[in-house]
T-cell receptor
Framework: EDQVTQSPEALRLQEGESSSLNCSYT??????LFWYRQDPGKGPEFLFT???AGEEKEKERLKATLTKKESFLHITAPKPEDSATYLC????????????FGKGITLSVRP | DVKVTQSSRYLVKRTGEKVFLECVQD?????MFWYRQDPGLGLRLIYF???????EKGDIPEGYSVSREKKERFSLILESASTNQTSMYLC???????????????FGPGTRLLVL
């Protein structure tokens, strides 16, 4: 069974204090790993897709990396507007497009 | 820009009522999905569909059914609403079954359902 574990559950940072969010996964053949951002009361917003170990993607202050067992979402010099819940999901090789989600990491950035 | 819309942002229903949640996507996506999201449990897949009139059970299909009569529209039906179906319901769509870029799922804004 595919599993995704995100840590920590919650993270509080000071504005400008860089940090990383972790997503550990177990999957029978990784087809893709996805990062989403979700604001309170809204649907998840797509950030990145990573397909193979060693791959990296960047967008503004966010950088996602992938190894064979985990992915990190690095946040450089965060701002209060980066406060949100960050979701990680994996898609296994196979016949369908199902995603398995982690429970998310709630990030709070204080000014 | 991909756009997924859901018929209601907030819904209040009574126990035993039949509830319809509608989802529409405007990007000619083949795949559509229904999830529910609950605190501490994350997103859980209820049903998904690869094509018109096709449906497959997700991880928690009990108490739900779906309908996909047109490619752009995917409906979630609660046959007899119960209080444990109070949740945030999220619809998503993706372009196609094969190919890497096409697998990304895009989500709607969600419907917060309260069953009294």
């Amino acid at each position: 069974e595919d599993q995704v574990t995100q840590s920590p559950e919650a993270l509080r940072l000071q504005e400008g204090e860089s940090s990383s969010l972790n997503c550990s996964y177990t999957v029978s053949g990784l087809r893709g790993l996805f990062w989403y951002r979700q604001d309170p009361g809204k649907g998840p917003e797509f950030l990145f897709t990573l397909y193979s170990a060693g791959e990296e993607k960047e967008k503004e202050r966010l950088k996602a990396t992938l190894t064979k067992k985990e992915s990190f979402l690095h946040i450089t010099a965060p701002k209060p507007e980066d406060s949100a819940t960050y979701l990680c999901a994996v898609q296994a090789s196979g016949a369908n497009s199902k995603l398995t989600f982690g429970k998310g990491i709630t990030l709070s950035v204080r000014p | 820009d991909v756009k997924v819309t859901q018929s209601s942002r907030y819904l209040v229903k009574r126990t035993g009522e039949k509830v319809f949640l509608e989802c529409v996507q405007d990007m000619d996506h083949e795949n559509m999905f229904w999830y529910r999201q609950d605190p501490g449990l994350g997103l859980r897949l209820i049903y998904f569909s690869y094509d018109v009139k096709m449906k497959e059970k997700g991880d928690i299909p009990e108490g739900y059914s779906v309908s996909r009569e047109k490619k752009e529209r995917f409906s979630l039906i609660l046959e007899s609403a119960s209080t444990n179906q109070t949740s945030m319901y999220l619809c998503a769509s993706s372009l196609a079954r094969s190919g890497r870029v096409q697998e990304t799922q895009y989500f709607g804004p969600g419907t917060r359902l309260l069953v009294l």
